[in-house]
């Protein structure tokens, strides 16, 4: 087996620059929320593959059912021979996740893939075209997708971009408050939107509006709980669609099956990948039925879609995921992070800004002089480097990279938890004082 080293030289000689290397880390194995390197270090991981193994790494039942599956049917082409696992998948996600009186769902081997075929939809559906997103909003990198995307560094010198896309700031109220009450501030974000459908693009013209109930990429950063009941509203108003991106937020992470279960609100359309496959790469559409079935014939679908074999680990995942209580798990993690990161925070205002998010789903952002407006980028890269290197893998988020995201496997350990926080503080601790 190679070397660490020589595992990333072979890297950097056969794949292309453009495939992004956030840390020096090399993955031989891994079990629970930890990794092992080629040189048997064990790391705990609180990255989870971006948001995908929310149940856990290796998880033997999730294996099992990979296994069995794949000895009875690996691939027909789902429009081609139907097969249970894809049927009984939907089936589930009706069941968890109800849009409304009557549920339809549609599976895709992606969150970006779930997002193009979400708008595909929302336009047959209302025989609209334009589209609302929003500012440091992360949809993919496809091409529907990507002009969706905010961050440039995902998309630049990839353009022309798709048309018929408006972007709006996103209502965050740590960083935009400007000094308002949070329901007033609100009121002033819901009117911005009511005066873009005037002045932007006409209403007659949206298809639907598409946002993250708790921003990813972005920097971890969840919607105002009335900002998302007003949009709700106004989309009613107008026969705009709202469509929801559940991938990085979904199954369990904040402590709910979706994320905009917290707020009372339920989307038209939502889309979902990343821990719903357990690890194998599946995603979904799901909303009702009605708008479902607006899909004309052959416009939806694709070659592996809910191939049989990640259908069978998403089913085995969701119910691991049932089995083991996650969605209280994630409250509880949640709750330990929270009152960790406070404590630094109340120790170092100057430079802890804020934390925030949903259930384990929690972004700390640094700043300088406790100014939202000054982000501190470069003590954030050198705590996670330092992270990295004494055996905690760790990411940033945010345009500006200064915010440190959550995003550790459900099934950790109390042990683990709190030595991966140690960790963390003691790289702040070190980073700050330099």
Known sequence: MSSNADLIARRLAVTPRGISMVTPLVATSASGACLTDASGREVIDFVGGIGVMNVGHCQPTVIEAIVDQANRLLHTCFQVATYEPYVALCEKLAELLPHGEHTKAM???????????????????????????????????????????????????CGPYAPEVYRLPFPNFYRYGDGLSEAIFVERE????????????????????????????GGFVPAPREYLRGLRKICDENGILLILDEVQSGFCRTGRWAAYEHYGVLPDISVWAKSMGGGLPIGAVVGRAEIMDAARLGTIGGTYGGNPVACASSLATI??????HLNECATAIGEVINSRLRALQKRFPQ???DIRGLGAMVGMEFNYHGDPHQPATELTARILSACVARGLLILGAGIHGNVIRFLMPLVITDRQLNRGLDILTEETERAIAK
């Open 107 to 157: 599976l895709v081997n992606s969150g970006a893939e779930a997002v193009e075929n979400a708008i595909k939809i929302a336009r047959q559906a209302t025989n609209r075209s334009a589209v609302i997103c929003y500012t440091e909003g992360f949809h993919g990198r496809t091409m529907m997708a990507m002009s969706l995307t905010s961050k440039f560094g995902y998309k630049i010198g």
């Open 190 to 217: 819901l009117d911005r939107f009511r005066e873009s459908l005037l002045n932007t693009v006409a209403a007659e013209q949206v298809a639907a509006v598409i946002l993250e109930p708790v921003q990813g990429e």
């Open 319 to 324: 119910k691991l995921m049932e089995d083991l």
């Open 351 to 353: 430079h802890v800004g």
